[in-house]
């Protein structure tokens, strides 16, 4: 069964940084696309970030772009999200997920940006 454990969320003002970390395990993670997807309060499932087996290929989210940055190392079977210059809007709960849909994702971690 599929686990994934995200980590490093918080509590940040806005401009602020976070590193979220994902720890996956019971697969084989670097045959596969990992994806971060967020949900807003009262929202649905928004998708963030996407890369590659490799790690060579990624893409985001216009409201992302720029500001975050997904990147994996599979020799420790981690994921991350550097979050940079955060705004209240990205205020959600963070998922990584092993398909785009996040039909198979963790439990989530908590970012809430606000003053």
């Known amino acids: 069964q599929v686990q994934l454990v995200e980590s490093g969320g918080g509590l940040v003002q806005p401009g602020g940084s976070l590193r979220l970390s994902c720890a996956a395990s019971?697969?084989?993670?670097?045959?596969?696309?990992m994806y971060w997807v967020r949900q807003a309060p009262g929202k649905g499932l928004e998708w963030v970030s996407s890369i590659s087996p490799g790690g060579g290929s990624t893409d985001y989210a216009d409201s992302v772009k720029g500001r975050f940055t997904i990147s994996r190392d599979n020799a420790k079977n981690t994921l991350w999200l550097q979050m940079n210059n955060l705004k209240s809007e990205d205020t959600a709960v963070y998922y990584c997920?092993?398909?785009?849909?996040?039909?198979?994702r963790g439990q989530g971690t908590q970012v809430t940006v606000s003053s």
């Open positions: 997920a092993k398909d785009r849909a996040a039909t198979l």
């Open positions: 019971r697969f084989t993670f670097s045959r596969y696309w």
